[in-house]
């Protein structure tokens, strides 16, 4: 059997705000990367789907009606289309007005900023194959033009192999991590298919074991969505390298 890959160090943050700002600003807008950048943070996870003009923008959901006043598929609407839409109310009234912004706007603020970005491919399915080409080729036409290499480079991820695949061929040289609840027990082999750099998984799934074994095998280690200090604490013992929470409240970036 040959040996165990050494650990590689993590580069990147270790404590991430979900979706932004976790639950404390609208997901996936330009006032949650705000509200987590107030709390000390300078590393966030978005969502990244694509509209119908081929242009990425940052939302979960497929449809538009949980976190917008539209209706109907993101798919079926162009980015400047969904641009008009009040993507805040729904939050509370001081947020009325905040719009949908494009993953080229998220990037851009985020470096004024100083956010350092995991940027999560949420493809339609069928369109999982564009969907991570698009994402990818956005990120590093950014990172390019702004000088931004290295670690500083955002990590995209994905539960889609087809998109990472898509990604991995667009940019290369943009760090990949493959996204699951639990680990499969293949993980192995599914991450070096992907030439992944990193497993992300639900915490509540994951045990001590499974976290030494992808450690020593080479790969990174994130956990989602983590919100309680103690267990966060816990994961880090194991050796998990990031953690992405809600409670940015809770969890203070150190």
Not at 140 to 164: D, I, K, Q, T, W
């Amino acid at each position: 059997m040959p040996a165990a890959a050494p650990a590689r160090p993590w580069p990147f943050p270790r404590l991430l705000a979900h979706r932004g700002g976790g639950t404390l600003a609208p997901e996936n807008t330009i006032a949650a990367l705000d509200a987590g950048w107030r709390y000390g943070y300078r590393a966030a996870e978005v969502d990244a789907v694509l509209a119908a003009d081929d242009v990425p923008v940052l939302l979960h959901d497929a449809g538009l009606e949980r976190t917008s006043d539209g209706s109907g598929l993101v798919a079926q609407r162009t980015s400047q289309e969904l641009a008009e839409l009040d993507a805040g109310s729904w939050f509370g009234p001081a947020y009325a007005g905040t719009r949908i912004p494009s993953l080229l706007q998220a990037l851009c603020h985020c470096r004024a900023r100083g956010i350092w970005l995991n940027v999560e491919i949420k493809p339609v399915p069928g369109c999982e194959e564009r969907t991570g080409s698009r994402v990818a080729q956005v990120v590093a036409e950014h990172c390019r033009a702004a000088g931004v290499a290295g670690a500083h480079m955002p990590l995209l991820s994905s539960f889609s192999h087809a998109a990472l695949r898509s990604a991995r061929a667009a940019a290369p040289e943009l760090a990949r991590g493959l996204l699951c609840e639990e680990i499969p027990s293949n993980w192995r082999e599914a991450a070096q298919a992907l030439d992944a750099f990193s497993l992300h998984c639900d915490h509540h799934h994951l045990t001590q074991a499974q976290a030494g074994a992808i450690r020593a095998a080479g790969f990174g280690l994130l956990c989602y969505t983590v919100n309680d200090p103690a267990r966060a604490l816990l994961l880090r013992n194991w050796g998990v390298d990031a953690i992405c929470t809600d409670r940015i409240d809770q969890l203070t970036p150190g």
